[in-house]
C-alpha cells in the first residue's frame, strides 16, 4: 500500500488501507487493464485510481487540477480538461474502461456559476461518450448523484425502477439538472457501437455526499462555519433523513460495476442505475454531532422554521448574483443544500448488493473527525472580517426592506428628496 504525505496532507488511501479491494476484483484483475478516471485530481477519483492501481491496472487520472495528495507509482496524470475534446482523446487512447467522476458545482459557490457547470457536466460527457466510441472503449462507468431525481419531495427508501427522474424544469439548481441530462445521455449511450464493431457497454450509479478522511469539500466547509458561530439553529422535520457513502464503499462500488459490464458477468450491469450508499438512514445534525464534540461548539438547540432559511438562502444567490461583478462570497446554504438537509431522501442499495456483490463496509463519521482534527491547518481568523460582511449584508438588506415598507422614512423617500 502507498503510504504518501505531501504538502502536510495526509494521503487518504493510506488511513484506509485495510480496506482490501483485491476480494472484489473479479474479473477486472483477469484482463490487461488501462483505465481512465476523469476528474482524477478530486477525492473520490484520486482513491478509485489508487485502488484500481492496487489491482495491478495501468490508471491514468485526468483533471484540471492536480491532486493534493503524491502520486502513487503505477498511475500517470494528465492535467487537461474534459472540455477539451483532443486532450482527452489522446489520454483515452489505448484504455479499455472509463470511470467519469468529473463534475462541478455540488456546493457552495460553485453551485452559482451555471455556465460552467453545464459546459462541464453536459459537454464533458458528451465528450466522454464520443471518445469512446471513437477511441473502441467498451465500458464507461458515471459518478451521478441522487439529486437526479431528488428536488425537494420526500423520497423514503426509494429504488432504481419506481423513482423516476425529478422533472428538469423543476430544478432549482443547475449541478442537479445537468447531472440528470448526463446521466440520462450516459445510459442512452449502452449498447451503441463503437469504432471496434463492439458495443459500449455504460451504466451509472448514484452516491448521496462523500466522506471519508481526507475529504476537502463537506468537512472542513461545515467544521469553519461551526468555529464561526453560523450553525446554531436547527431546520426541517426533526425525523429528516438521508444517506451518506464512505469513499472506499463508493470506490468498491464502481469497481464491482466495471467488472459487471464484463462478459464474464454477462453485461448484468449494462444499462443500469444503481443507488449506492452505506446502507443507513441518518439525520444529518446528529450525523455531524461528532463534529461538534471535537471542535469544543456547543450543538445548535434553536429551531428555526424551514421556509425562513429558504428566503435567507434565496436571498443570498441573489445577492451573490448582484454583487459577483465586484466580489464572490460564499452562501452559508444555497436552496439545494437545505433541501438536502430538510426533507428526507433515503434510497435502498438492494439492486446493487443483488446484481454488484455491493456489500458496504461499516465506518463512523467520528473516524473522519479524528482524522480532520489531526490534520487540519492552523486556524485563521476571519471572524472579525465575516461580521463585518455579514453585517454589511444585513444593513443592506433591511434598508431594501425599510424602502418598500416606510415611505416616509425608507432610502427611496431619501433620494427622492434629493432629487427635488
Known amino acids: 500500500d502507498p503510504k504518501c504525505i505531501s504538502n502536510e496532507v495526509v494521503h487518504p488511501w493510506s488511513q484506509t488501507s485495510d480496506c482490501n479491494m483485491n476480494k472484489h476484483a473479479g474479473a477486472l484483475s483477469k484482463r490487461s487493464m488501462n483505465i481512465v478516471v476523469t476528474g482524477g485530481g478530486g477525492y473520490f477519483g484520486y482513491n478509485l485510481g489508487c485502488a484500481l492501481a492496487k489491482l495491478g491496472t495501468s490508471v491514468v487520472l485526468l483533471d484540471i487540477q492536480k491532486p493534493i495528495w503524491e502520486i502513487p507509482s503505477g498511475i500517470v496524470f494528465i492535467q487537461a480538461d474534459v472540455r477539451d475534446y483532443d486532450a482527452l482523446s489522446a489520454a483515452c487512447e489505448g484504455a479499455d474502461c472509463v470511470f467519469h467522476a468529473a ?8 453551485q452559482l456559476h451555471k455556465e460552467k457547470i453545464e459546459s462541464i457536466n453536459v459537454g464533458g460527457t458528451k465528450f466522454i461518450i464520443e471518445v469512446c466510441k471513437q477511441q473502441n472503449i467498451p465500458r464507461l462507468i458515471y459518478t451521478s448523484t441522487v439529486n437526479v431525481v431528488f428536488g425537494g419531495n420526500p423520497i423514503e427508501d426509494g429504488n432504481e425502477e419506481t423513482v423516476p427522474y425529478f422533472p428538469l424544469e423543476k430544478h432549482i439548481d443547475h449541478y442537479s439538472k445537468t447531472k440528470s441530462i448526463a446521466d440520462q445521455m450516459v445510459l442512452a449511450a449502452n449498447g451503441t457501437p463503437v469504432a471496434g464493431a463492439d458495443k459500449l457497454r455504460t451504466c451509472v450509479l448514484r452516491p448521496p455526499g462523500i466522506y471519508g478522511p481526507g475529504e476537502q469539500r463537506h468537512l472542513p466547509r461545515v467544521a469553519i462555519n461551526i ?7 436547527r431546520f426541517g422535520e426533526p425525523s429528516a433523513q438521508m444517506n451518506w457513502v464512505h469513499v472506499q464503499n463508493l ?6 460495476a466495471a467488472e459487471a459490464l464484463t462478459s464474464e458477468r454477462n453485461y448484468i450491469a449494462s ?6 450508499n452505506d446502507g443507513e438512514n441518518v439525520n444529518l445534525f446528529e450525523w455531524i454531532s461528532p463534529l461538534f464534540e471535537k471542535l469544543g461548539c456547543s450543538q445548535p438547540w434553536i429551531r428555526v422554521p424551514t421556509c425562513l432559511v429558504y428566503i435567507a438562502a434565496t436571498t443570498m444567490e441573489y445577492l451573490h448574483l448582484a454583487l459577483s461583478p465586484i466580489m464572490e462570497f460564499t452562501p452559508l446554504l444555497t436552496r439545494n443544500e437545505v433541501q438536502n438537509i430538510a426533507v428526507t431522501h433515503t434510497f435502498q442499495i438492494d439492486k446493487a ?21 489531526k490534520t487540519r491547518p492552523e486556524n485563521q481568523n476571519h471572524h472579525v472580517f465575516l461580521k463585518i460582511i455579514l453585517s454589511l449584508i444585513g444593513s443592506f438588506l433591511s434598508l431594501i426592506f425599510l424602502s418598500f415598507t416606510l415611505q416616509d422614512f425608507s432610502i427611496m423617500h431619501f433620494f427622492k428628496e434629493n432629487q427635488h
Open 103 to 110: 463534475a462541478y458545482g455540488m456546493s457552495g459557490l460553485e
Open 227 to 233: 468555529q464561526r458561530g453560523l450553525f446554531r439553529f
Open 251 to 256: 470506490v468498491q462500488a464502481h469497481i464491482l
Open 271 to 276: 444499462g443500469q442505475a444503481y443507488y449506492i
Open 353 to 373: 448488493r443483488n446484481q454488484l456483490g455491493y456489500y458496504p463496509k461499516k465506518f463512523t463519521f467520528a473516524d473522519s473527525v479524528d482524522h480532520f482534527i
